[in-house]
Nanobody, 126 residues
Framework: QVQLVESGGGLVQAGGSLRLSCAAS????????MGWFRQAPGKEREFVAA????????YYADSVKGRFTISRDNAKNTVYLRMNSLKPEDTAVYYC???????????????????WGQGTQVTVSS
């Protein structure tokens, strides 16, 4: 079992920045691919970014590429999502998740992830 707790969400003006954190407890955090997803009101949950546990390779959705940065600190069992140049369309609940062992890379589908946090709200005002 892995428990994930997101934090760092909030209200920010367009063009601003936020850093989300996802603290993990339970099984070996450093062995998992970690991902961030988001879900806006009335929309399906969508992939945002992922980071591998080997080599720390990263992958981003086109909509956030160049603005968001995913990183991890295995010593702290924490994954981060730095979000710059935020836009109103980035407004959503953001979730972190652990990848299923053996999933293909890059893991962009929800069914490639097994454990999920409760989410943190990000609201970007125009």
């Amino acid at each position: 079992q892995v428990q994930l707790v997101e934090s760092g969400g909030g209200l920010v003006q367009a063009g601003g920045s936020l850093r989300l954190s996802c603290a993990a407890s339970g099984r070996a955090f450093s062995s998992y691919t970690m991902g961030w997803f988001r879900q806006a009101p009335g929309k399906e949950r969508e992939f945002v970014a992922a980071i591998r546990w080997v080599g720390y390779s990263t992958y981003y959705a086109d909509s956030v590429k160049g603005r968001f940065t995913i990183s991890r600190d295995n010593a702290k069992n924490t994954v981060y999502l730095r979000m710059n140049s935020l836009k109103p369309e980035d407004t959503a609940v953001y979730y972190c998740a652990t990848g299923r062992p053996g999933s293909n890379w890059p893991s962009v589908h929800q069914n490639s992830y097994s454990y999920w946090g409760q989410g943190t709200q990000v609201t970007v005002s125009s």
